[in-house]
């Protein structure tokens, strides 16, 4: 069936760098996006969504850019920080349609 | 807002016996919870989506006999695993949505180790 996947399954930067983690997604009938953190031991921790009107979403020190035309969805931290450290994976769903499929995950690793 | 919890948040018990997760949405009503399974260093695997007062839908490949979920209420789903074995030692993990929107927010998680 289809699946979402990443990339790059570790990214290791220094602190203060801007972070850039990929996700490929191939279900175009996808039109709900969302990062999740997920901490050694820890549930996955919602940081933000995108729905499949827009190209662009930006948070707290987050933004997620979704490019449709090439089923691909990033997220980008700015002056990535220690506590950033985690597993972070992408997850799409259709609207009204309950499931999430999850990508494999990126380890994103923060050296001070 | 947003909270979902998880009890217990880690849990060791012997082979044979059954042993129960609880799943609590504490600030929203969640008409639908998940249950997950996550290996380490791996995704998280859906087991079954819990839909509240009716029986809950079961991913290929999971027993619905070993695993039962319950949803009693808007607040509250779950799970119990029956006749533990040391290949189900695992993180189980919740999450719930809030009604009305398409996100899961997500429990800290439950570390089962079958002995």
């Known amino acids: 069936g289809e699946s979402v996947g990443l990339h790059l399954p570790t990214l290791s930067v220094q602190e203060g760098d801007n972070s850039i983690i990929n996700c490929a997604y191939s279900?175009?009938?996808?039109?709900?996006f969302i990062w999740y953190k997920q901490e050694s031991g820890k549930g996955p921790q919602f940081i933000i969504d995108i729905r499949s009107n827009m190209d662009k979403r930006q948070g707290q020190r987050v933004t997620v850019l979704l490019n449709k035309t090439v089923k691909h969805l990033s997220l980008q931290i700015a002056a990535t920080q220690p506590g950033d450290s985690a597993v972070y994976f992408c997850a799409e769903t259709v609207v009204g349609y309950s499931t999430l499929t999850f990508g494999k995950g990126t380890m994103l690793l923060v050296s001070p | 807002g947003a909270v979902v919890s998880q009890h217990p948040s880690w849990v060791i018990c012997k082979s044979g016996t059954s042993v129960k997760i609880e799943c609590r949405s504490l600030d929203f009503q969640a008409t639908t919870m998940f249950w997950y399974r996550q290996f380490p260093k791996q995704s998280l695997m859906l087991m079954a989506t819990?839909?509240?007062?009716?029986?809950?839908?079961?991913e290929q490949g999971v027993e619905k006999d070993k695993f039962l979920i319950n949803h009693a209420s808007l607040t509250l789903s779950t799970l119990t695993v029956t006749s533990a074995h040391p290949e189900d030692s695992s993180f189980y993990i919740c999450?719930?949505?809030?009604?009305?929107?398409?996100?899961?927010?997500f429990g800290p998680g439950t570390r089962l180790t079958v002995l």
């Open positions: 819990s839909n509240e007062g009716s029986k809950a839908t079961y």
């Open positions: 999450s719930a949505r809030d009604l009305g929107r398409d996100t899961q927010y």
């Open positions: 279900n175009s009938a996808s039109d709900y």
